[in-house]
Every structure is written in C-alpha cells, then in structure tokens.
C-alpha cells in the first residue's frame, strides 16, 4: 500500500506505518536536520527496505500533492507548538499551524485513509471550536474557504453540511481518540490525539485499538508478585510508593489482568552500558553522556523504575526534567540521545543527526514508533480487508 508522509520530523510516525506495510512515496520535512537524520538511514538501510525512501526538504505549502499520484494513506503529526501545553497557546492564529496543509493533502491526493496526530491541548477547552474545526474540514475536504470567509464562517457552513447529512462529494468518516503511549508498550507516559479517517465509499468499520499496557499491572508487578525486580536481578526496594493500602489489597486479588505492565525507562535501557562523557561505544550510535544535569524546583527527572515523562522539544530549549532520570538513590542525569531514542521506540539502528540539543529537539518532537505501528497497522489491516473483498 502507498503513502505520503508529512511534517515527517526524525521518523516515528514514519517507521510506525512503514513497519506496518505502507511505502512511502515521499517524506516532507522542513528541517535540514531532521532531513539529514532521514536521508542518513535510509543511505545506511537502517530498516529493510527504507532505502527507497525520497525525503524533500521544503516547505509543505510549496508543494502540489498532485506529483505523487494516488496514495492509500496520508500520515502526519502537523507541528504542535500552536496548541501545545507548553507553547504560546496561539492555536489557529499561529502561523506554525499546519492542519490546513494536512487537510489540503487529503483533498488533493484522496486517499483511502489517513492518520493525523496531534498534541493533548489541541483538546483543551479554549481550542473546541477550532477542533471542530479541523474535525469538519477532515469528514469534507473539498469545501473550502471562499473569498473573504473567516474561519469561523466556514465552520458554520461545515456545521449545515454535517446536519443536513446529504453530501454528495468527497466524504470521510473520521473518529479521533487521546491515546497514552505507556498504555501500548512505550516506556513513556505521552498523550496524543490521534485523528483517523476512512472514505467513506470504502465502507469501512474501524475503531482504536485496546490499550495492551496498564499501570494496574506495573503495580502488581513490582508490588506484588515482585517478578519486576526478579528480572531485572536486583533487591525489591525497602520503600514502596505511597498508595493506600485499599489499592494493595485490590492489585492482590486481581490474579490475572488482561493487560501486561507499563514498561519503565529500566526496561527500556536493559542491555545499555553505562554512558561516559568522554566517548561513546562504537557499537552504539548516540550514547554519549551529556554532564551539567541537576534538580531545581519542576525539574526532577523520570524515575527509574516507571515510564519516562513525556519528552518535549521545547520553545527554547530541551527542558531539563523530562530528559532526566531520577535514579533510587536520589542522583540524576541526562538521558542520551540512544537512552531517549529507546525511550521514543526508535530501532537502535536509527542513528540522529545534529547536536545533543538539536537530536533531543527532534526526538522531542517525534512520534513513538511503536505507538505510531499500533494504530498503522489496525489501518493497514482494515484497508487488506477491503482489498480481499
């Protein structure tokens, strides 16, 4: 099945839907870095069968999609910093926002599906009506904005659409959903809002995936049957995290969850040697130390043995706590750049171009590739469906 992917960024979103069986006909990113990042392992072959892959590095909205020819999937996690919790809140004012580039694609290339992914505050109650918005213009991409009508304009002649209900063009049916990664095997607590659509003559039924991770099982893991610390070949803790002993009673009598546990950032590093400053093992791309961490009030770092917090790009700079491990003893460092990569699911094949903070930005900005997988592959296993039929 072919794709397109845009505001690629380092790849997650990409390696996501390629390993669940899209080819890629072409990958937009701006950034010459992260540009570098995706030629370089697609030169080195970093997974099978990406050295097909033609990354342009331009602007998306210098491009007419009509070049790619027809495509199955549109994948993409527009730039986030619009409605991000820790940007500028600008949402449909900032010019960073690029959905009505995303939308523009869907309408140009008219794929059978796409996934788009977004940010938790896209959801925030102050963006509503922008997320609607952006909502209406995915069921019907071909209505577009007229002469000196405003977004909100638009909105409400999207609205009369939607509730007439007798559109006759092109029509997706869309569903979105806020997904934590740690509840799909990231070993990182990081929500994003997923945006999903099918055409609507595909006559597809489709929802998210179940959730196959939980904190729950984490919890009886370590607290209970105590096999966490038994695989990882060290002493249960002398302390446990405060939770009532209601919750103890409760993860002891629940003898079988359907889920497995959360991963942590020790289950993510197992089999890493430990960072030095001076150099790095050349055996591992990107697993040099970065010194100068420490603890100020809001920045603490993840600890050891639970998922990492979410990893963040930031408006000016790698903010210190999210990229910072907290380890039992009460010291901290920096996370590498292969430590954070482990921590997004990127392959440790997957080698990242630029500085620490530059590798970190982009990591920042990423996609789980595992997170991204999950939902590509129930999408690519849908689509197979219909071509069975």
């Known amino acids: ?29 701006l ?38 020819g027809p495509v199955d999937l549109v994948a993409g996690g527009a730039p986030c910093q619009p409605f991000s919790l820790g940007g500028k809140h600008k949402g449909m004012e900032d010019p960073r926002n690029m959905v009505p580039e995303f939308v523009r694609a869907v309408r140009e290339l008219q794929p059978r599906a796409f996934i788009l992914e977004n940010v938790k505050g896209l959801l925030r109650q102050s963006f509503s009506s922008y997320f609607s918005y952006i909502f209406l213009q995915l069921n019907y991409p071909t209505v577009t904005r007229v002469r000196r009508e405003d977004w909100t304009e638009h909105l409400r002649r999207l609205e009369d659409i939607h509730t007439k209900g007798r559109f006759r063009g092109l029509k997706y049916n869309v569903i979105f959903q806020l997904l934590n990664a740690a509840d799909y095997g990231v070993p990182q607590c990081r ?21 196959t991770h939980s904190e729950e099982a984490l919890l009886r893991d370590q607290w209970v049957t ?56 050349a055996h591992i791309f990107n697993h040099r130390l970065n010194p100068g ?39 901290v460092r920096y996370l590498t750049v292969r430590e954070a990569a482990r921590v997004q699911t990127f392959p440790d094949t997957w080698r990242f171009e630029g500085a620490w903070s530059e590798a970190m930005r982009q990591l ?26």
Request: hydrophobic share 35%; glycine share 8%; proline share 7%.
């Open 226 to 281: 105590r096999d966490y610390w038994k695989r990882h070949g060290i002493r249960v803790p002398k302390q446990r995290p405060s939770f009532s002993s209601e919750r103890l009673q409760q993860l002891e009598r629940d003898e079988v969850l359907k889920t497995a546990p959360w991963r942590t950032i020790r289950d993510a590093l197992r089999g890493l040697p430990e960072p030095r400053v001076d150099r790095a093992p």
């Open 31 to 68: 950034d010459h870095d992260a540009c570098e990042t995706l030629r370089r392992n697609s030169q080195e072959r970093a997974l099978p069968g990406i050295e097909s892959w033609k990354v342009h590095e331009t602007d998306v909205r210098l491009l007419s999609f009509d070049i790619f």
């Open 191 to 211: 929500e994003r809002v997923f945006i999903v659509g099918f055409r609507e003559d595909t006559e597809l039924d489709w929802h998210f995936p179940e959730p």
């Open 293 to 331: 961490a420490r603890v100020y009030p809001g920045h603490t770092g993840s600890p050891l043995d639970l998922p990492s917090k979410t990893l963040k790009a930031g408006v000016h700079g790698v903010p210190g706590g999210e990229n910072m491990i907290a380890f039992p003893d009460g010291s």
């Open 364 to 389: 920042g900005n990423a996609v789980p590739m595992e997170l991204a997988a999950v939902v590509a592959r129930s999408v690519a296993e849908k689509l197979s469906q219909a071509d069975a039929r």
């Open 1 to 29: 099945m072919e794709s397109i992917e845009l505001f690629t960024g380092a790849g997650g979103l990409a390696l996501g839907t390629h390993v669940a069986g899209f080819h890629h006909r072409a990958l937009v990113e």
